[in-house]
């Protein structure tokens, strides 16, 4: 197992200049990151993230519209310094073809987060998202304030919101940024 993270870590690291933020493993202890549903205002949609026998992070639950809900999310603190010549987050996952939001924050304390979605092919794939694209959004509205221009990022997040009862699963290899 210690040589499958050490492997995961060279192949990441040799990915064209690629820094990771977060890598999945056997080893990862799940508790690190939060479970934020829409039950923080009423609503009854269910997720939870695990880690799989082959170490990904499964991002998964049902995503209901009862009681005004719909959304689901899984959120990480931490506190990662960007290097100018850093410009874009890549994400290695694989999912179910839905649409999903990454999610930063430059400082924790905010209430707006800065949000980039994407959409899974169903396929293991490297997304890549242009940390100048990520836009202020809070509570599902857009804001007119600057795009993400923090020198740090102190949380990240997934979240699936399509307005739409659905069930999901994400499978989360790693989180990184060139």
Known sequence: MKYLLILLTL????????????IFSTQT????WYIVNDGVMGGISKSSLVVTDAGH???????????????????LNTTIKLAEEKKF??????????????RLK???SQSESYVHQFTTSGE???????ISEFYPQFRGRKLSIPNFNFK???QVSFLI???????????IDWIGFE
């Open 161 to 171: 919101a399509n307005k739409q009862e659905e069930d999901f699963k994400l499978l």
């Open 152 to 154: 740090s990022i102190e």
């Open 89 to 102: 987050i890549v994400l290695r996952v694989k999912g179910d073809s839905k649409a999903y939001e990454f």
């Open 57 to 75: 992070g499964e991002f998964s639950g049902h995503v209901s519209l009862a009681n005004n809900g719909g959304f689901a999310s899984i959120q």
């Open 124 to 130: 293991w794939e490297n997304i890549k998202l242009p």
């Open 11 to 22: 192949s990441l690291s040799s990915y064209t200049n690629m820094k990771e933020i977060y």
């Open 106 to 108: 430059g400082e924790i």
């Open 29 to 32: 202890k799940v508790n690190e």
